[in-house]
């Protein structure tokens, strides 16, 4: 399996505060955890927007693409926007991090506005398994609690999730749906709101552990390609 | 459309703090806030455990039926939870107020074990929109707060809902999906799990004015029964 | 209720065989069809691509809009099909008729290809109801045969429909969800593909039903805009 | 993995016909099918009707248990269906294949009447994906074909599935949703319809391959037991 994380790389290389929790770029970070529980079980590279093609000539080379973006969103092409959305209903898998949900890609693919109430906070947000037989949910406790975190809440303007895996709380008494399977075409998406900037999130077991774990759930098996001579949208013979 | 109110009415004749803030029981103040709503468009009657029939003579010219119990689950007999089923499956609506979660019927209609996490307190409750296109979100604000509840928390052990509609908060940090739609057979079932016996939780606008709009969602629409020579599990002919 | 039927209204204008079927275009029938059901309970006009602004000038005047295309769909503006999109998000209701699949909005608010398996055919089509309980299945039998039709197939390249009502089958043994709800922000969408230019689908009385049907379920209730102060994607205070 | 392959084992022992098609039984055909696949990755046994404890004396011991019944649904002991629902809602997979929809276990889990349309028929039956990047439809053509079968029907009354991967068409026209993923509890459940006992399907390849498929998806993952101190319908203290 091969996975690229890929990384806007703005807040890190702007803000010490920011530099101070990631000092390689929350790529980096993000990457190891999922190297450290698949192992050999999957060839994890890092891409950022200043790469050349933004860090997404290899598309097709890519079996799962995490995806990290706040600042940069309308900064990707939008050519490139429709390329990763196409590859998605092409069979590759796609985790979405936290303020990603703005991505282009990610929007594109919901058909929605996917907006969602905020606030910048230091709130404890607490993670809550509803489908314990799912498994993104293997090895996570029924209930996680992050110590910092930004706050996001209800109404969050998404289709509804194929498969709803966690809602979070927030201090403030908001509710949010954290973790969010979907699929498209011929490809899965999982959508996992924990990791903020400012925050230390991505350190912490449970957070990883969910993050290896989408890697494998949106990666995993599905239809090879149709036949040629099954292709769709275009006359095809009586089945005999 | 012909509503029946069902409720086992045991807590408010054997407890003084519950019979202070339901002196007519809960039945009465729920039938009321449904009569409030619909006015004219449905006849509403009540029924409790004591009545001839366990209160359910008339589940064939019941178009919904409403269900608060709790501590008279057991007290059911089983062939009448066994015929509110059949009666649900045959296209009668049933919402489902708080502590009936363990009613036997539902249990039945769901097939799991219908368990949850649970705390007797003073939380605050938050109850949040995340299907704001759902006929039961009809005219609910984005959140509303009931001051004082007991507090329901996941895992909730229901099949995912055919569609979400509320997710509460309550103080402790607890998440619950507290507006669930369910489509069995023809009926279809809408659990909401606001509402406790030692708050005046029935009193409060928004939540008379989601089980109201429940009734009318349970109650609406549907298919005919099949045409005799239709019938399900027998030969059935070439169509033409 | 403000319903709008829209029509490329091409195939009628240049192909006799068409004009024999609909005289005054398909949007004449398909509005004839919703009037009928509804009577005074909607204000039914029509607009077709040639109406200036393309005939989509009065979106926030319309509640539901109906709408058939096919030869035409690259002629519509993108910044049309953007406004249809961001009113069914805000609350219009949506209904997509037969090969308006591949319309840019309906493409825009799946977020797929919305590809299908397809033959010019002669074949017979059953329609088969899924789901009973449906407001779009009442009145409608268990199955209905359209004598004449294209044939459309799975795989349809759309997401997992949030309540699936109908499932169709074709003489060449092919199978198609040809009912599909959906919810997208506040907007309700159904997507129904029985219906072909040259044949009469629209005069047949299932079908027409179910067009009436399910202009009124996309339209009916939901929830309010949200408050001002409740604005989403904008910092909010704590919630008391 | 320790898959049990069960069958009630009667139509075989009684039938010239059947046994014709199946000498050691259907679920000896089954478990072959299973272990070709699966190889060193699963330890597969059968159990019969006529075993002792109903050939269900060690569910404890098994992470996956496959079902075939028919004619004798009524024999299996209520106490056994009910430990079997009970083991699936505490994790263990289930497969339920063809006439077991109308066994015990599965009726429970369902909470519908889990009745079909049926015709005793030589029809052809096209099994069609629908949800190509489901793990169950891995190796699986876009459509495949079985010479002869058992015509199965709509509607089928049973909960919307979680997840549903298949939809057949028979030469009478009907359509059947053939392959249904749900999750009840910390368990998953497939149904799958193809399989009759007087027609060589489960010599097929494709069927073999789905059995085998879905055979690892009700397994997989998952979240381990609740922490004794998170035991769920029982106080619970406020999570920090």
Chains 1, 2, 3, 4 share one sequence.
């Not at 979070?168 to 399977?181: P, Q, Y």
């Not at 925050?199 to 040629?228: D, F, K, T």
Request: charged share 20%; glycine share 10%.
């Amino acid at each position: 399996m091969r996975v690229t994380v890929w990384n806007e790389y703005i807040h890190e290389r702007r803000d010490d505060a920011v530099r101070a929790v990631y000092p390689d770029g929350i790529h980096t970070e993000v990457a190891s955890a999922i190297r450290d529980h698949l192992g050999e079980g999957a060839t994890v590279v890092t891409a950022v927007l200043d790469d050349p093609d933004q860090g997404l000539g290899n598309l097709d080379g890519t079996d799962v693409l995490v995806w990290w973006g706040h600042l940069g969103h309308e900064l990707v092409a939008d050519e490139a926007a429709a390329r990763v959305q196409q590859r998605v209903l092409d069979g590759m898998g796609l985790v979405v991090l936290h303020s990603a949900h703005l991505s282009k890609s990610f929007v594109r693919l919901m058909g929605t506005g996917c907006h969602l109430r905020w606030r910048e906070a230091d709130d404890r947000e607490l993670v809550w398994t509803v489908s314990p037989s799912h498994p993104i949910a293997e090895g996570i406790p029924p209930v996680f609690s992050i110590p910092q975190q930004e706050m996001y809440g209800e109404y969050f303007d998404i289709p509804a999730p194929d498969e709803l895996v966690f809602i979070s709380s927030f201090t403030g008494g908001e509710v949010f749906r954290s973790g969010c399977c979907f699929r498209r075409g011929r490809g899965r998406i999982f959508y996992f709101s924990p990791g903020h900037e400012t925050y230390p999130v991505y350190y912490q077991a449970e957070v990883r552990r969910v993050i290896a774990n989408a890697v494998l759930w949106v990666h995993g098996g599905g239809q090879s390609p149709l036949h040629p001579d099954e292709s769709i949208e275009s006359p095809t013979g009586w089945y005999e």
